[in-house]
């Protein structure tokens, strides 16, 4: 089935919101800070995971460490396609199903370009996309998500208040940025959403052509003129165009003065949450910039750009030395077990 509203948060809001489980999930340190106060705004708990270094999404071998360790005790992963990384993570959804055949299973794609297509076999309970603003189609609203069949899904209410006393106690804490905390108060719209199915989707296909066409536009002029020392990897240059710099401020600085913007990765959102550390989450943090390649931007404004990043940008020492590839269970990457059914 499909899950329609007008925000990206109120369709993982409704599916574990019905399923009250009071145990954890699991959630990446580097998602965005909307992520955990949607779960804690449906009763729900969470822990969070540093990401990998190679992957730049979460830990998925932390992830199984923690499912053998604890068996049955987790409700479920919500895992964040950071930059919008289409990585092939089949072996691990179904490593994780077989450790917890009972658990959600959350695919986040809000930094993907919207797919229409049903779920497949090896794939997510719930994979999940956002039209919201700064989204690789930006509606300025909007989130839907494709529902494996056997899940309960049903449209919950929270009044006004109660959403506005959620942002206050759950999110607007030591660590979370002005950017963000402007963004909360409305982010959990449970009203019905203004348009029928047909015609959101319907607008929504018709932005995506043209909005993945001024992104390949844009995001070939820098990749064919950002020093390649700079650039991540091409698997994470779908939702922007990402960069790994030593002196990351000094850029944005001059990016600035140029009459020009870009902006830095959020911060992980262990320092918000009091949870464990991350340093893989918060080297990200530190080194990336991200240079537009939205509607929001345009071919004259990328090339100044990069002429300013071309002069001001000091290559890190030592790079995430990032891949998106898929992933396989460690015993299988070392040879020392069979590959499971």
Not at 41 to 70: K, N, P, Q
Not at 279 to 303: G, K, Q, T
Request: charged content about 25%; glycine content about 6%.
């Amino acid at each position: 089935m499909i899950a329609f509203e007008r925000r990206a948060a109120t369709v993982l809001f409704n599916a574990i919101a019905n399923r009250r489980d009071d145990r954890p999930y699991l959630l990446p340190a580097n998602a965005c800070a909307i992520l955990p106060t949607t779960l804690r705004a449906a009763g729900a708990r969470f822990e969070l995971v540093d990401i990998s270094a190679r992957t730049l999404c979460i830990d998925a071998d932390a992830v199984i460490e923690r499912m053998r360790r604890r068996r049955g005790g987790y409700a479920g992963l919500v895992f964040v396609r950071t930059y919008g990384a289409i990585l092939d993570v089949r072996e691990l959804f179904r490593e994780f199903k077989r450790h917890a055949p009972d658990a959600l299973l959350v695919d986040d794609r809000c930094l993907c370009a919207p797919d229409f297509r049903r779920v497949t076999r090896g794939s997510a309970d719930l994979v999940l996309y956002s039209t919201g603003r700064a989204k690789c189609v930006d509606l300025g609203w909007g989130g839907f998500a494709m529902v494996a069949g056997g899940l309960s899904y049903r449209r919950m209410t929270i009044g006004a208040q109660a959403s506005t006393r959620l942002v206050e106690r759950s999110t607007l804490m030591p660590g979370c940025n002005t950017r963000q905390a402007h963004a909360l108060p409305d982010w959990l719209d449970t009203r019905r959403p203004r348009v029928l199915w047909t015609d959101y989707r319907a607008q929504v296909a018709t932005r995506r052509r043209r909005a993945l066409n001024h992104k390949r536009a844009l995001t070939a002029l820098y990749r064919g003129r950002v020093r390649a020392e700079l650039q991540l990897p091409e698997g994470f240059q779908g939702w922007r165009f990402n960069l790994q710099v030593a002196n990351p401020g000094e850029v944005l600085r001059a990016i600035f003065a140029a009459g020009l913007f870009a902006s830095r990765h959020y911060q992980p959102i262990t320092r918000a949450f009091g949870q464990d550390d991350a340093p893989v989450a918060e080297e990200l943090h530190r080194r990336v910039i991200n240079l537009f390649s939205d509607c929001y931007f345009d071919l004259e404004r990328a090339h100044r750009v990069v002429e300013v990043v071309n002069r001001i940008a000091k290559p890190v020492r030592v790079r995430l030395e990032s891949e998106a590839s898929p992933w396989v269970p460690p015993a299988v990457r070392s040879g020392s077990a069979p590959r499971p059914s």
